[in-house]
């Protein structure tokens, strides 16, 4: 008997790209497209294998993409309503901003270090207050500072890499300003496009050059240029810019220089990376009207290898629930992250004879097990991924059974990767939503027709193909017109106005955002890091095979960055961090945009918390080693020590990363895990040769 299937509710969350068409009120710094030389210096003989290096490109422009699009049947399959977004603009699902245009009422967004909400005539801000209960650290929307400025409706006019423009509208749907907020920076500025008296809710009282209000424990500064402050009133003039910002509470002498730098507005961001041999290097450019410094917080991820030649960081922290912001003046965050290397295979060929005999043993079981392959995007992904690495097994094992299994699952990917697959059957192929701007599989599930999880899903694909193609030039000319779609839906980055640059993956955060449109008020959200490291790893591998190497090396880069702030965020964190105090549990299952929680949406069980930062636990999945104490306690919470029950194989291979003891004493219990607790995406032939590998040391 199979384990009941996992159950995910989670709509996708946000990640921006490069610059999207962004109109002309919100210009916007172009993305970077080359980095540095690589700075690690790394001796060739002593690299990683599976080597890929260079620096950030276009990924799939509009010349390589546009005919794959062309090609494949269109169909809104769900329509996405995007009455907030400006015409021209690509619909930015999976975004962290993505709750302000989705849905019939906007939502707040967390642009750290601040909150940040659309209202009926305006617009919110503040900084949350963060706390810490025993499954939740909080850090929801605090609207301190309620600006109105007579709009009657507004929407996303611009965004880019890290910013957003919102344009304030009047009844006629005319732009009366329009305000930016941008991740990291504590600066919130509105330029009135025609001239007229705003409020601010609160009172702000002369400090020299700028003004102060206090809000509670918060306090918040203002900077007017061709204007006038009056109290909690500011009166414009036309093109007349007014800019809030968060006051540290640990260094109130900064107060004069933000002042400062707030007069340098910030009109746009970019971002560059560099993949190296050793580590990966990640550029967050911030750019201001008048090419002046600016201010950024810095997270906890970024802190550890921040290179203080671009930022001086002395202006005071802030509170969040990622941990201690520091507050950095200059143009960019610049901070490396160790290389993650794709791969997809456990290489069994040193194990014994007699290992080899009983691995041999389950490879054919499982084969002869394997069930009719789902229809829809993620179980059917699943299953393919599953019969993708048993034949990894059997043909390594030089087993016969390996031929009909490899038939098999050719001819099933075929069906997927037809790209006119839809206009003859209703599942098993894709369509091009022309509405919402990506590829949807027929048969969604769990919202992915509203562009939720995609990277979930596609993963398992990705990695299937090049698994399948590898060595097989036939199959990947066959396969790549489909497959460099789904790419494309999740790693475009030449602004091909086809795709949303980087659908699902934050350069800020470090990490991807699951749902589509964020119709929450905590903002995006996402659960499962260890499916968006086996989206990364699928994509680098496909890259490899189809010899795509900007595509390989942004896939690196991501895989790289998801890792460090996978550990950081869901699986290792810092716990002497005043921000998990009264926190109870080692890891967080689900992060969001203002909350993290030790919850899921599909399980209460701790088991179910640990073992969906694990799934699939991929080759690759040897990031998730380095601390085997940690490894040990985060199971010993998750299992008691009971490994029959749902996730028990993913937590038992996750155990065995703690050493050789452990994964010898790992390989015992895996040997009589009964078949009803091995996942619908693992196999206990999977398990063991993972198992087995490790206990050799």
Same mark, same amino acid.
């Given at each position: 008997?199979?384990?009941?299937?996992?159950?995910?509710?989670?709509?996708?969350?946000?990640?921006?790209?490069? +610059?999207?068409?962004?109109?002309?009120?919100?210009?916007?710094? +172009?993305?970077?497209?080359?980095?540095?030389?690589?700075?690690?210096?790394?001796?060739?003989?002593?690299?990683?294998?599976?080597?890929?290096?260079?620096?950030?490109?276009?990924?799939?422009?509009?010349? &390589?993409?546009?005919?794959?699009?062309?090609?494949?049947?269109?169909?809104? *399959?769900?329509?996405?309503?995007?009455?907030?977004? /400006? +015409?021209?603009?690509?619909?930015?699902?999976?975004?962290?901003?993505?709750?302000?245009?989705?849905?019939? &009422?906007?939502?707040?967004?967390?642009?750290?270090?601040?909150?940040?909400?659309?209202?009926?005539?305006?617009?919110?801000?503040?900084?949350?207050?963060?706390?810490?209960?025993?499954?939740?650290?909080?850090?929801?929307?605090?609207?301190?500072?309620?600006?109105?400025?007579?709009?009657?409706?507004?929407?996303?006019?611009?965004?880019?890499?890290?910013?957003?423009?919102?344009?304030?509208?009047?009844?006629?749907?005319?732009?009366?300003?329009?305000?930016?907020?941008?991740?990291?920076?504590?600066?919130?500025?509105?330029?009135?496009?025609?001239?007229?008296?705003?409020?601010?809710?609160?009172?702000?009282?002369?400090?020299?050059?700028?003004? *102060?209000?206090?809000?509670?424990?918060?306090?918040?500064?203002?900077?007017?240029?061709? #204007?006038?402050?009056?109290?909690?009133?500011?009166?414009?003039?036309?093109?007349?810019? /007014?800019?809030?910002?968060?006051?540290?509470?640990?260094?109130?002498?900064?107060?004069?220089?933000?002042?400062?730098?707030?007069?340098?507005?910030?009109?746009?961001?970019?971002?560059?990376?560099?993949?190296?041999?050793?580590?990966?290097?990640?550029?967050?450019?911030?750019?201001?009207? @008048?090419?002046?410094?600016?201010?950024?917080?810095?997270?906890?991820?970024?802190?550890?290898?921040?290179?203080?030649?671009?930022?001086?960081?002395?202006?005071?922290?802030?509170?969040?629930?990622?941990?201690?912001?520091?507050?950095?003046?200059?143009? /960019?965050?610049?901070?490396?992250?160790?290389?993650?290397?794709?791969?997809?295979?456990?290489?069994?060929?040193?194990?014994?004879?007699?290992?080899?005999?009983?691995?041999?043993?389950?490879?054919?079981? @499982?084969?002869?097990?394997?069930?009719?392959?789902?229809?829809?995007?993620?179980? #059917?992904?699943?299953?393919?991924?599953?019969?993708?690495?048993?034949?990894?097994?059997?043909?390594?094992?030089?087993?016969?059974?390996?031929?009909?299994?490899?038939?098999?699952?050719? &001819?099933?990917?075929?069906?997927?990767?037809?790209?006119?697959?839809?206009?003859?059957?209703?599942?098993?192929?894709?369509?091009?939503?022309?509405?919402?701007?990506?590829?949807?599989?027929?048969?969604?599930?769990?919202?992915?027709?509203?562009?939720? @999880?995609?990277?979930?899903?596609?993963?398992?694909?990705?990695?299937?193909?090049?698994?399948?193609?590898?060595?097989?030039?036939?199959?990947?000319?066959?396969?790549?017109?489909?497959?460099?779609?789904?790419?494309?839906?999740?790693?475009?980055?030449?602004?091909?106005?086809?795709?949303? @640059?980087?659908?699902?993956?934050?350069?800020?955060?470090?990490?991807?955002?699951?749902?589509?449109?964020?119709?929450?008020?905590?903002?995006?959200?996402?659960?499962?890091?260890?499916?968006?490291?086996?989206?990364?790893?699928?994509?680098?591998?496909?890259?490899?095979?189809?010899?795509?190497?900007?595509?390989?090396?942004?896939?690196?880069?991501?895989?790289?960055?998801?890792? &460090?702030?996978?550990?950081?965020?869901?699986?290792?964190?810092?716990?002497?961090?005043?921000?998990?105090?009264?926190?109870?549990?080692?890891?967080?299952?689900?992060?969001?945009?203002?909350?993290?929680?030790?919850?899921?949406?599909?399980?209460?069980?701790?088991?179910?918390?640990?073992?969906?930062?694990?799934?699939?636990?991929?080759?690759?999945?040897?990031?998730?080693?380095?601390?085997?104490?940690?490894?040990?306690?985060?199971?010993?919470?998750?299992?008691?020590?009971?490994?029959?029950?749902?996730?028990?194989?993913?937590?038992?291979?996750?155990?065995?990363?703690?050493?050789?003891?452990?994964?010898?004493?790992?390989?015992?219990?895996?040997?009589?895990?009964?078949?009803?607790?091995?996942?619908?995406?693992?196999?206990? +032939?999977?398990?063991?040769?993972?198992?087995?590998?490790?206990?050799?040391?």
């Amino acid at each position: 008997m199979t384990p009941t299937p996992m159950k995910r509710l989670r709509t996708s969350r946000i990640t921006t790209g490069l +610059a999207t068409r962004i109109t002309a009120a919100a210009a916007v710094l +172009a993305v970077t497209a080359a980095g540095c030389a690589p700075k690690d210096g790394a001796d060739p003989a002593t690299a990683p294998t599976n080597t890929v290096t260079g620096t950030a490109q276009a990924v799939f422009p509009a010349s &390589q993409i546009d005919p794959l699009v062309a090609a494949l049947p269109e169909k809104t *399959v769900k329509p996405l309503g995007t009455e907030r977004l /400006a +015409a021209g603009l690509v619909p930015p699902t999976n975004k962290w901003f993505s709750g302000l245009v989705f849905g019939d &009422q906007p939502q707040p967004v967390f642009p750290m270090p601040l909150s940040f909400g659309l209202t009926d005539g305006g617009f919110s801000f503040g900084q949350p207050t963060v706390t810490a209960s025993a499954k939740t650290i909080s850090g929801g929307y605090k609207p301190d500072v309620a600006v109105t400025t007579g709009a009657k409706s507004a929407q996303v006019s611009g965004y880019d890499q890290l910013s957003v423009t919102v344009a304030q509208l009047d009844g006629s749907g005319k732009a009366i300003g329009h305000t930016t907020i941008a991740q990291g920076s504590p600066f919130i500025s509105y330029v009135s496009d025609a001239g007229g008296r705003i409020g601010t809710g609160l009172t702000f009282t002369r400090s020299g050059d700028y003004w *102060v209000a206090q809000a509670g424990t918060a306090k918040y500064g203002l900077v007017v240029t061709d #204007g006038s402050v009056q109290g909690n009133a500011i009166q414009l003039e036309k093109g007349g810019v /007014a800019t809030w910002f968060d006051l540290p509470a640990d260094q109130p002498d900064a107060a004069g220089k933000l002042a400062e730098l707030a007069t340098h507005r910030v009109s746009g961001t970019g971002v560059s990376y560099d993949v190296g041999r050793r580590e990966v290097s990640t550029t967050l450019s911030y750019a201001t009207a @008048d090419r002046g410094e600016t201010a950024f917080a810095v997270m906890p991820h970024q802190q550890k290898t921040l290179d203080t030649g671009k930022a001086t960081c002395d202006l005071g922290t802030f509170p969040s629930i990622y941990g201690t912001l520091k507050l950095c003046e200059g143009t /960019a965050i610049s901070y490396t992250a160790p290389v993650t290397t794709p791969t997809d295979t456990l290489d069994v060929s040193a194990l014994s004879a007699d290992d080899k005999s009983v691995l041999a043993t389950q490879v054919k079981a @499982d084969i002869k097990a394997t069930k009719p392959y789902p229809a829809d995007t993620y179980f #059917g992904g699943k299953a393919l991924y599953r019969s993708a690495q048993l034949l990894q097994l059997a043909e390594q094992l030089d087993l016969p059974e390996a031929a009909g299994l490899r038939s098999k699952l050719e &001819q099933q990917l075929a069906q997927w990767t037809d790209p006119k697959g839809c206009d003859t059957r209703p599942a098993f192929c894709f369509v091009y939503d022309p509405q919402a701007k990506g590829v949807v599989g027929m048969t969604p599930s769990f919202g992915s027709d509203q562009f939720n @999880d995609h990277h979930f899903h596609y993963g398992y694909f990705l990695s299937t193909a090049a698994i399948l193609a590898q060595g097989h030039p036939d199959l990947v000319a066959k396969y790549k017109p489909v497959m460099d779609l789904l790419a494309a839906d999740l790693a475009s980055s030449g602004d091909n106005g086809a795709f949303p @640059d980087r659908r699902t993956f934050d350069a800020y955060a470090g990490h991807s955002w699951a749902s589509g449109t964020s119709p929450f008020a905590d903002g995006n959200n996402q659960e499962s890091s260890a499916e968006a490291m086996n989206a990364w790893n699928g994509l680098a591998l496909w890259g490899d095979v189809s010899d795509d190497k900007p595509l390989a090396t942004e896939a690196r880069w991501m895989l790289s960055t998801e890792a &460090q702030a996978g550990l950081d965020y869901w699986t290792n964190f810092d716990t002497s961090d005043p921000v998990y105090q009264g926190f109870d549990h080692k890891i967080v299952s689900l992060n969001w945009g203002g909350k993290r929680d030790y919850a899921t949406w599909f399980s209460p069980e701790p088991a179910a918390m640990l073992g969906i930062l694990l799934i699939p636990m991929s080759p690759a999945s040897t990031y998730l080693a380095g601390d085997p104490a940690r490894i040990e306690a985060n199971v010993q919470e998750a299992t008691g020590g009971k490994f029959d029950q749902k996730f028990g194989d993913y937590i038992l291979m996750y155990s065995a990363l703690a050493g050789p003891e452990q994964a010898q004493k790992a390989l015992a219990i895996g040997k009589t895990l009964d078949d009803q607790w091995i996942d619908d995406g693992d196999s206990k +032939a999977y398990l063991l040769a993972w198992l087995m590998t490790r206990a050799d040391g």
